[in-house]
Structure formats: structure tokens, C-alpha cells
């Protein structure tokens, strides 16, 4: 059975920094891309961030990009989340996501198929 | 950016009975096309992916239909556990979510 569990998430001031990090069990964690993606409180879901399963190639929402970093450790079964420049827009719950890659006119792409409970942050002075 | 658009926002059916759920494109996606539950609390969960194939363990009252830019989610019978909020999601150009459609008890 996939599962996911994420931890990391906190209150934390416009500007601060905040690592989210997820633990995968289950599922062969290096052969598989890796997303997080995240909820406003009341609001629909937007994907945040992806990584290739060896970690070479990463991809991130317009929003995030130069403030967030996604990582991963294969050894630890672990997927991370580092951000930073934190505003009151980012705040959410960030879920982590198993991906299932498909190729389409060439390129890979993926869709989310198993989901961790999530982790909530909150920014907020 | 795909903007995807879900009708109506909010669906009342009675339990035992059919509920239809649109999903709108504002280009074409192809079939790439996924459909997520999510109760209240929980995480999602995912339904359909390529437009029209049932995930691992999701019940054949459950089914996609579409391509290109109009998409359907159609549950058979309703039963008490179906109430929640869908919702659709593209993966051909990046990744966008409608802003999904809370199926709720007539």
C-alpha cells in the first residue's frame, strides 16, 4: 500500500523560510516522479512543483519559481519542499503526490496518483 | 495557461440516481485529462486518468467520457459515499485543476 506522509508545515512570518518534507513507503520510491501540490483554505488545488525520479530535472509553478526548491533523497525514500520568501498567498495545504508519467506529443507528463494527507503552513504575521 | 472550467458548481442529487459532472478546456488537452474526489478533511483522491480510465480500486459506477476540450464524469446509482467535491485536472500542457464541483444529497 502507497503511502505518504508529510510533516514540516507551521505558522511562520511573511518573508520566513520553511522546509516541508514527505516520507514515501510502499512503492518503488526512486522510479517515480514526485509533485507537490497545494490548497488554499476553502479553495480549489494547484500544482506547485515537480522532479524527475533521479532529481535532474525539476519544474515549478510561475508563482514559487526562485523561492521554492523540491529535492529528493532516493536513499531516504524522501521528498522536500524548501521555501522561501514566504507571502500570505502561499499559505495552504501542501499535499505530496505519487506521479504516474505519461509521454505525450513527446514530452513526459504526469497526473497524481496517490496522495499524502497533507501539511498544513501558514503564513501570517 | 489551460484554464479548465467545471459545471454547474454545485450538483443536488438523490442518492440511487445519475450524476453528471462537466469539465471544460480552454484549448485541448487530448485526452489527458484526470478526475479527483475529495471529502471534506481528506485528501484527494484520484478517479479517472486519460479521460476515461478507472484508477486502481475505483467502482465501476464511476466513468469518464471526452476529449479535446469537453470532458464528463458520470456516476451510476449514487450511494452516501460519493457525496464530496470533483474535481478535473489536464496534464497536457503543465498542470491545472477546475475549481471542482461539490456533489451534494437532494
Known amino acids: 500500500?502507497?503511502?505518504?506522509?508529510?510533516?514540516?508545515?507551521?505558522?511562520?512570518?511573511?518573508?520566513?523560510?520553511?522546509?516541508?518534507?514527505?516520507v514515501?513507503?510502499?512503492?518503488?520510491?526512486?522510479?517515480?516522479?514526485?509533485?507537490?501540490?497545494?490548497?488554499?483554505?476553502?479553495?480549489?488545488?494547484?500544482?506547485?512543483?515537480?522532479?524527475?525520479?533521479d532529481g535532474s530535472e525539476k519544474y515549478y509553478l510561475d508563482s514559487v519559481k526562485g523561492r521554492f526548491t523540491i529535492s529528493r533523497d532516493n536513499a531516504k525514500n524522501s521528498l522536500?519542499?524548501?521555501?522561501?520568501?514566504?507571502?500570505?498567498?502561499?499559505t495552504a495545504v501542501y499535499y505530496c503526490a505519487k506521479d504516474q508519467d505519461v509521454i505525450t506529443s513527446g514530452e513526459i507528463v504526469v497526473y497524481f496518483e496517490s496522495w499524502g494527507q497533507g501539511t498544513l503552513v501558514t503564513v501570517s504575521s | 495557461e489551460i484554464v479548465m472550467t467545471q459545471s454547474p458548481a454545485t450538483l443536488s442529487v438523490s442518492p440511487g440516481e445519475r450524476a453528471t459532472l462537466s469539465c471544460r478546456a480552454s484549448q485541448s488537452v487530448s485526452n489527458n485529462l484526470a478526475w479527483y474526489q475529495q471529502k471534506p478533511g481528506q485528501a484527494p483522491r484520484l478517479l479517472i486518468y486519460?479521460?476515461?480510465?478507472?484508477?486502481?480500486?475505483?467502482?465501476?459506477?464511476?466513468?469518464?467520457s471526452g476529449s479535446g476540450t469537453e470532458f464528463a464524469l458520470t456516476i451510476t446509482s449514487l450511494q452516501s459515499e460519493d457525496f464530496a467535491v470533483y474535481y478535473c485536472q489536464q496534464y497536457n500542457r503543465w498542470y491545472t485543476f477546475g475549481q471542482g464541483t461539490n456533489l451534494e444529497i437532494k
Not at chain 1, 1 to 21: A, I, K, M, W, Y
Not at chain 1, 80 to 90: C, G, P, T, V, W
Open chain 1, 1 to 22: 500500500e502507497v503511502r505518504l506522509v508529510e510533516s514540516g508545515g507551521d505558522l511562520v512570518q511573511p518573508g520566513g523560510s520553511l522546509r516541508l518534507s514527505c
Open chain 1, 80 to 90: 522536500y519542499l524548501q521555501m522561501n520568501s514566504l507571502r500570505a498567498e502561499d
Open chain 2, 50 to 64: 486519460g479521460a476515461s480510465t478507472r484508477a486502481t480500486g475505483i467502482p465501476a459506477r464511476f466513468s469518464g
Open chain 1, 24 to 53: 514515501a513507503s510502499g512503492f518503488t520510491f526512486s522510479g517515480y516522479y514526485m509533485s507537490w501540490v497545494r490548497q488554499a483554505p476553502g479553495k480549489g488545488l494547484e500544482w506547485v512543483a515537480n522532479i524527475k525520479q
